[in-house]
């Protein structure tokens, strides 16, 4: 017996499922990016429609010139974390656009998205606490609650009477509960019954996280996510969010207008013991979220954008998630055809992510598109193209 054998069903199933060709959907190499939206993929030109780039702005010019600037004048790295190496100014203005944005009194910069989930909830929930978390949320939620010393309990999906149900189960230990959801779900694209899950938050006096992954800058009139769009920004107590998504870069970030978020600094091994992201990084995202607040245009076009696609791939007939959002999933059957499929789009030049059980439901498949505002009409027409041999 050897330390990889446990590898070796994973060998066999990726050669039956990928022996046909077409090439590992999972070790795609991009040789060029051109824009937010094309890239040079196997020397081909490509669409891009499956980077969660919502606004675009990772060829942004004042992103680029911020981080170009930030570059030059820090460096490359912090190379360290914060507690160790100390924090630059960059981080704390940051940390403080966030809170104002988000009008809440405390935001902490994590290294990523996923670091800041993994470091909020197994540092905030321990002993005797309880997550209630939705059964959909990303792996990173998981994760965190792993990591956590509580007591995980899972609700069915967007289940607002499993999730009662439950909590009503927990007696008074309701106010040792965190309920974690997303705003919108990254694999199916829907959102989560915010209104009705905040007044039970409120019913039970429990804590509501809510991850606004892929909701920022796409949801509310000014971009703050779902919890704005739904009216229950007072109600919702933690937010977590992430630089990869709207924001053009990588990072992630908790925000809450309780004081104690603070305390995460000192107890939270995520955001101690990694190294803190770097300045030009920072400096990118910090001129990103000024283009939230101040072009509100690219949401308009990001869901113009989302409404054509979202209608045109249901009218070919395929099987979407349940909303039109800019993450546009369609349901294939089985994995082989989920796989054939992709390949073909590839071949067409439109690349999306392929998404196999168990992260895509029932035993089948999800092509996955995410929508961009920075996808020009042409584009969007081109994806719809790409598609509709299938249908
Ligand atoms: N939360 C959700 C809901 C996500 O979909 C993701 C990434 N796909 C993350 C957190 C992690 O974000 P990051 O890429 O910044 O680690």
Not at 25 to 52: D, H, K, W, Y
Not at 59 to 79: H, K, M, N, P, Y
């Amino acid at each position: 017996m050897s330390i990889f054998d446990k590898f070796q069903q994973l060998v066999e199933d990726r050669k039956a499922l990928l022996g046909g060709g077409g090439g590992d959907p999972f070790n795609v190499v991009i040789n060029q990016v051109l824009s937010s939206t094309e890239a040079m993929v196997n020397g081909r030109r490509t669409i891009l429609a499956g980077t969660n780039n919502y606004l675009g702005l990772t060829f942004d010019s004042g992103c680029i010139g911020a981080a170009r600037i930030a570059l030059e004048e820090q460096g490359t790295g912090t190379t360290g974390s914060r507690m160790a190496n100390g924090t630059f100014e960059n981080h704390v203005a940051l940390e403080r656009e966030l809170a104002e944005f988000f009008h809440v009194g405390s935001a902490i910069v994590f290294s990523t998205g996923y670091l800041a989930n993994l470091g909020l909830l197994s540092t905030l929930a321990g002993q005797d606490d309880v997550i209630l978390l939705d059964a959909d949320c990303h792996a990173s939620i998981y994760d965190g609650c792993r990591m956590s010393d509580a007591e995980i309990i899972r609700f069915r999906h967007n289940n607002v009477s499993d999730l009662e149900k439950r909590l009503r189960r927990l007696g008074d230990r309701t106010s040792r509960t965190l309920i974690v959801v997303e705003g919108i779900y990254s694999m199916l694209g829907d959102r989560a019954p915010l209104k009705d899950i905040a007044d039970i938050r409120t019913k039970y006096q429990s804590f509501l996280v809510v991850d606004e992954a892929h909701s920022l800058g796409v949801l509310g009139e000014n971009g703050r996510g779902l919890a704005e769009e739904a009216g229950v920004e007072e109600k919702v107590d933690l937010i977590v969010g992430t630089f990869s998504k709207s924001l053009g870069a990588t990072g992630g970030f908790c925000v809450s207008r309780h004081p104690e978020l603070e305390m995460l600094r000192y107890t939270s091994r995520p955001y101690i013991f990694t190294a803190s992201p770097s300045p030009s990084v920072i400096a990118s995202t910090r001129t990103a979220l000024q283009i939230i607040k101040t072009h509100p245009e690219l949401r308009h076009r990001l869901w113009s954008s989302t409404t054509r696609l979202y209608e045109r791939l249901r009218d070919m007939g395929f099987i979407l998630g349940p909303e039109p959002t800019p993450v546009i999933a369609a349901l294939v059957e089985t994995k082989e055809r989920g796989v054939e499929l992709w390949s073909q789009l590839l071949e067409r030049g439109v690349y999306v992510n392929l998404v196999l059980p168990p992260a895509a439901p029932n035993g089948g498949c999800l092509l996955r598109c995410s929508v961009s505002a920075g996808h020009s009409d042409e584009q969007i027409e081109k994806i719809c193209q790409a598609f509709s041999s299938f249908s």
